[in-house]
T-cell receptor, first 113, second 113 residues
Framework: DAGITQSPRYKITETGRQVTLMCHQTWSHSYMFWYRQDLGHGLRLIYYSAAADITDKGEVPDGYVVSRSKTENFPLTLESATRSQTSVYFC????????????FGPGTRLTVL | QKEVEQNSGPLSVPEGAIASLNCTYSDRVSQSFFWYRQYSGKSPELIMSIYSNGDKEDGRFTAQLNKASQYVSLLIRDSQPSDSATYLCAVNHVSNSGYALNFGKGTSLLVTP
C-alpha cells in the first residue's frame, strides 16, 4: 500500500541497548522527518532530511543518529538507549520543504526500561 | 527557539456548537500554517493549511490567519462527538539549518452529545 509506514509499532528495550526505528514512504517525497511526542512537550523535531544523503539536526538530536541512503527510507537509531528516550516516535514526509504539508506515519511507541 | 502557543484545554462544547481553537506564534517571517487533528493513540492528520491572511473554508472547518497579530485560528461548525481530539497548530520557519515545522502542544477538544 502507498503511504508512510513505521516499524516496529511497539518496542521495549533496556537502557544501553542500540535500537533502530524504521520509516518507509512510497510517495518519493524529498523531505523526511523524525519527531518524538511526550506529554507536556508536544511534537519535537529530532532530525530531518531534505534528500538522500542530506540530513540535519532538529530541536532534540542528542542521543540519536539518522541516515538516508535511499529516498524512501529514513531510519532513526538510538545508539545507547536511555529512559528519557521513552516516547512515541513519529516519522513524517513532505513533497518539498518550505511550507509543504507533512504526512505522518502511524508512530512507534518505545519504552526503555 | 520559535514558539507556537496553544491553550491546552480541554475545550468542551456541546454537539452542534461552534468550537474555536486559537494559536499564536513568535516567528514574524513564518509563511505557512497548518492545523492537524490527532486522536488518542493515533498520528496527526492534516485538517487545513493556510498561507494568506484571511479566512479559508473547507466543509465545517474554517482557518483564519492574521499575520500582523501573529495569530491563527480554527473554527469547527456544527461540532460532532467525532471531532473530539487534540488539535495541533503548526507553523513553518526557516533557520540556519534549513526548514522545519514548529508544533504547538495542542488543544484538547471535547464535544459532548
Amino acid at each position: 500500500d502507498a503511504g508512510i509506514t513505521q516499524s516496529p509499532r511497539y518496542k521495549i528495550t533496556e537502557t544501553g541497548r542500540q535500537v533502530t526505528l524504521m520509516c518507509h514512504q512510497t510517495w518519493s517525497h524529498s523531505y523526511m522527518f523524525w519527531y518524538r511526542q511526550d506529554l507536556g512537550h508536544g511534537l519535537r523535531l529530532i532530525y530531518y532530511s531534505a534528500a538522500a544523503d542530506i540530513t540535519d539536526k532538529g530541536e532534540v538530536p542528542d542521543g540519536y543518529v539518522v541516515s538516508r541512503s535511499k529516498t524512501e527510507n529514513f531510519p532513526l537509531t538510538l545508539e545507547s538507549a536511555t529512559r528519557s528516550q521513552t516516547s512515541v516516535y513519529f516519522c513524517a514526509s513532505s513533497e518539498s520543504g518550505g511550507g509543504d504539508t507533512q504526512y505522518f506515519g502511524p508512530g512507534t511507541r518505545l519504552t526503555v526500561l | 527557539q520559535k514558539e507556537v502557543e496553544q491553550n491546552s484545554g480541554p475545550l468542551s462544547v456541546p454537539e452542534g456548537a461552534i468550537a474555536s481553537l486559537n494559536c499564536t506564534y513568535s516567528d514574524r517571517v513564518s509563511q505557512s500554517f497548518f492545523w492537524y487533528r490527532q486522536y488518542s493513540g493515533k498520528s496527526p492528520e492534516l485538517i487545513m493549511s493556510i498561507y494568506s491572511n484571511g479566512d479559508k473554508e473547507d466543509g465545517r472547518f474554517t482557518a483564519q490567519l492574521n499575520k500582523a497579530s501573529q495569530y491563527v485560528s480554527l473554527l469547527i461548525r456544527d461540532s460532532q462527538p467525532s471531532d473530539s481530539a487534540t488539535y495541533l497548530c503548526a507553523v513553518n520557519h526557516v533557520s540556519n539549518s534549513g526548514y522545519a515545522l514548529n508544533f504547538g502542544k495542542g488543544t484538547s477538544l471535547l464535544v459532548t452529545p
